[in-house]
């Protein structure tokens, strides 16, 4: 971790095999459920002032690390999850940006209207938009890092992702993006490639840290009108 943080590190909170049991392609076996399989450190600031501005504004830096594992034939994955809409009426975005590895962003309407699994690779950003909800998976090889930032304003909604045993897709190893049979038909399935978003300020390859010690603009985190319609 030395690599993608300078600052303290406060102990993770870790996803084991039992928390992410109910949303698996598969049962996981004899796999004992108290094996961790990812780590979240949450609110995480280089320093005083940045912890204040942070907190001022909002907003959580986090960093969460994924190891490359297979359970059940499927990549390993967050456990996947909604956010709500702000006062507005507009569900609040998230963005992340890859720090080392490879990911795939499965982002999904509730609706289900849309669903599109984005790839992002090292240094790459991904905007979670308003109204989709997302599972970050590793399908790669290495050590999946990723940081992002959120609104400190709602908590994170399960329950859908937890109903439906996982996202509206599993990727599985050998057989690429399998349709969950819980849900219903999906209308429309696409991949890409993470785009940057210059009009805000946020380019691949920068050092998204930069955005909080540089106390950048980051309204739209909290206000989603801003980023509703780009």
């Known amino acids: 971790m ?6 303290v ?3 993770p909170s ?3 095999v039992g928390d992410m049991a109910g949303v698996l392609a598969a049962p996981v076996g004899e796999r004992d459920p108290t094996t961790p399989l990812y780590s979240m450190y949450r609110d995480l600031a280089m320093s005083a002032d940045d912890r204040d501005w942070l907190s001022r504004q909002h907003i959580r830096y986090d960093i969460t690390v994924i190891p490359p594992v297979v359970l059940g034939g499927e990549y390993v994955k967050t456990k996947g999850h909604y956010h709500p809409n702000s006062p507005s009426g507009i569900g609040y975005p998230e963005l992340y940006q890859v720090l080392s590895g490879t990911a795939h962003f499965l982002l999904q309407q509730k609706s289900l209207s849309d669903v599109v699994a984005v790839a992002a690779a090292a240094g790459e950003f991904v905007m ?5 909800g997302h599972v970050s998976i590793n399908s790669g090889e290495e050590v999946l890092v990723m940081a992002n930032l959120v609104s400190t304003r709602f908590a994170s909604e399960y329950a859908l992702y937890e109903e439906l045993q996982g996202g509206a897709y599993y990727k599985m190893e050998g057989n690429g993006w399998v349709m969950n049979p819980r849900y219903p ?3 429309s399935f696409r991949e890409m490639s993470a785009r940057d978003a210059p009009g805000l300020g946020i380019q691949h390859g920068m050092d998204m840290y930069d955005l909080v010690s540089g106390s950048a603009d980051l309204s739209f985190l909290n206000e989603p009108e801003k980023i509703a319609d780009r």
């Open 2 to 7: 030395n690599r993608y943080w300078k600052g």
């Open 9 to 11: 590190l406060p102990e």
């Open 14 to 16: 870790l996803r084991t």
């Open 128 to 132: 979670i938009p308003p109204g989709y």
């Open 185 to 187: 038909m999906v209308s």
